[in-house]
């Protein structure tokens, strides 16, 4: 191959290089991302079940994907919450999926907010829903589906498939990076500090865990140690922000800050949506 061709070669490889990646965390059970909230997805023999879908063009390749991996149909789509870049693909599975499942607040908001973005049309909204808990066995995995309080909406769920002892927590892990905490849709910060104990305490160090989100050069999965430096910095959050507003900060003034004044791995852009939202969290009537 003369030079000019191999350089070719090499760009149309390039090219071709999908935008999404596929790490398989066991023989069976694997995570996509690509744009959005961390999808997981589990192959068995009774069907596959796809926790999350992002956006409707990444669920498609996802969907293409898996089709290479298994000839089984698509037995349950779960979403950890309402969130667009969680839900909006949720449609690439329409006629294709049993069933869709979230908690029953999710569904609510997903609604809600399609509603007023007049995109009702775009939605598919699970056909099942759950308070507290919920819990299915599916080939050889029992899945169970926790709530265990507002956090980063007043809906979402964690997902634990017990075999693997696997659990994607959706946003309510932001790793290293500054959270989205959606007042909006019932988000508390205080409570979603005690949702973390709760995993910390139901969960083991033995447990592997999905995150919806991380921060710039940090893994999608790790463990209860990474829940607790979470809650670690959501609390501190809280109490810096409690000290300002004794001291007389006004929110516009509050909001402003651009370094924490604890010591935290969580850096980046975004410092305002956890300020705003403890702000206005600490001095709601
Ligand atoms: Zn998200
Ligand atoms: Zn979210």
Not at 101 to 108: F, G, Q
Not at 210 to 220: L, R, T
Not at 246 to 251: F, H, N, V
Not at 256 to 285: C, N, S
């Amino acid at each position: 191959m003369g030079a000019l061709a191999f350089q070719k070669s090499v760009l149309a490889e390039l090219f071709q290089q999908p935008a999404w990646k596929i790490k398989m965390l066991t023989d069976d059970i694997g995570i996509f991302t690509e744009k959005g909230g961390t999808i997981l997805f589990y192959l068995s023999k009774e069907g596959t079940v796809v926790v999350d879908a992002q956006f409707p063009e990444q669920s498609g390749h996802l969907i293409e994907e898996l089709k290479k991996k298994t000839e089984q149909p698509f037995k349950l789509l779960i979403n950890t919450h309402h969130h667009g870049d969680h839900t909006s693909g949720n449609i690439s599975f329409k006629g294709i999926v049993e069933h869709v499942l979230a908690h029953d607040n999710s569904k609510i908001n997903q609604e809600t907010v399609a509603k007023n973005a007049k995109t009702e049309d775009k939605q598919l909204y699970p056909d099942q829903t759950f308070s507290k808990t919920w819990s299915e066995k599916i080939g050889k995995e029992k899945i169970t589906l926790s709530y265990f309080g507002a956090g980063h909406t007043n809906g979402d769920a964690m997902i634990h498939l017990e075999h693997a002892n696997i659990v994607h927590m959706g946003d309510l892990m932001f790793n290293r990076r500054h959270p989205f905490v959606d007042r909006s849709a019932g988000a508390n910060m205080k409570s979603w500090m005690n949702v973390l104990e709760t995993a910390q305490k139901k969960f083991s160090n033995k447990t592997q865990f999905v995150f919806g989100h991380s921060g710039e050069g940090y893994e999608i999965t790790g463990t209860t140690d990474d829940l607790k430096a979470f809650g670690d910095y959501l609390g501190s959050v809280l109490e810096f922000t409690e000290k300002e507003i004794k001291a007389g900060k006004t929110k516009e003034e509050f909001i402003k800050t651009t370094v924490l004044p604890f010591e935290t791995q969580w850096k980046g852009d975004g410092l305002q949506r956890p300020l705003t939202a403890a702000y206005e969290e600490l001095t709601a009537k």
